[in-house]
């Protein structure tokens, strides 16, 4: 179940400190409405994003009591090095006032793939191509170790969703933003193996739903 109009009622947010093998940080849960609340913590996990992954975090079970815009802390430090390479959130099981929700601590970390085995450097494309009523610029895109970022220009700006495939094999997206104001913008994803040789990258407008599409060859 999802934390729905829960939301107006309380934040949760994850901050965290990257260490070699561990994270240590805490939850804030914040009051948001003009009442206070009792909030029990049931549990908190791991989960992978795009991966068929989730791992309890050790934290306890708690009952707090949570006042109107005031941050209350809930510490955690948990290893992570033994996770499988990929791209993480964090999601805290809670009870606000006796409703159950799921909260997304909002920040994302990690862990990396071999160096060895993920495609690097930055691949200059300056092509477009029609998507809807307009038309998209793909300047470039930027191969690291954790992720892909293909550079967007959208004219005029409009919001877009994405899909990303390598060598035919879809990247999970992690974020797709384009400025309202001057349409540039990125998609960044998952991040393209060394052995994979091609980017296809297909963007949709949100409200009319068209579709447009560019293949880009990656370079030796």
């Known amino acids: 179940m999802g934390a729905g109009d829960l939301t107006e009622q309380l934040s949760v947010r994850a901050r965290f400190e990257r260490f070699p093998a561990t994270l240590k940080g805490a939850f804030i ?3 948001e409405d003009a009442n206070p609340h009792q909030v029990v913590l049931k549990e908190a996990n791991v989960v992978g994003i795009g991966l068929a ?13 949570v006042v109107p815009h005031r941050d209350v802390f809930v510490p955690f430090e948990m290893f992570v090095s033994d996770l499988e390479p990929g791209w993480y959130t964090m999601r805290a099981e809670l ?3 006796g409703t159950a929700g799921t909260f997304d601590g909002g920040r994302r970390f990690a862990i990396a ?4 085995s993920v495609r ?13 009523d307009g038309k998209v610029l793909v300047e470039q895109v930027e191969c690291g170790g954790d992720s892909v970022k293909v550079h967007l220009h ?20 992690l974020q797709t933003e384009i400025d309202e104001t001057t349409g540039r913008g990125k998609v960044v994803a998952y991040p393209v ?11 949709r ?15 030796p």
Do not use: C, H, Y
């Open 154 to 173: 959208a004219d005029p700006p409009m919001p877009l969703t994405a899909k990303l495939f390598a060598n035919g094999g879809r990247l999970e997206v």
């Open 29 to 31: 849960l914040r009051g």
């Open 120 to 132: 690097r450097g930055t691949v200059k494309v300056e092509r477009a191509f029609p998507v809807g």
């Open 113 to 116: 793939w071999p160096r060895a």
């Open 53 to 65: 992954v989730s791992r309890p975090m050790p934290i306890a079970p708690v009952t707090l009591d």
């Open 95 to 97: 009870e606000v006032d």
């Open 205 to 219: 407008t949100k409200g009319k739903g068209a579709q447009g599409a560019l293949d880009v060859e990656l370079p």
């Open 193 to 203: 193996m060394r052995g994979q040789s091609s980017l296809r990258v297909e963007l």
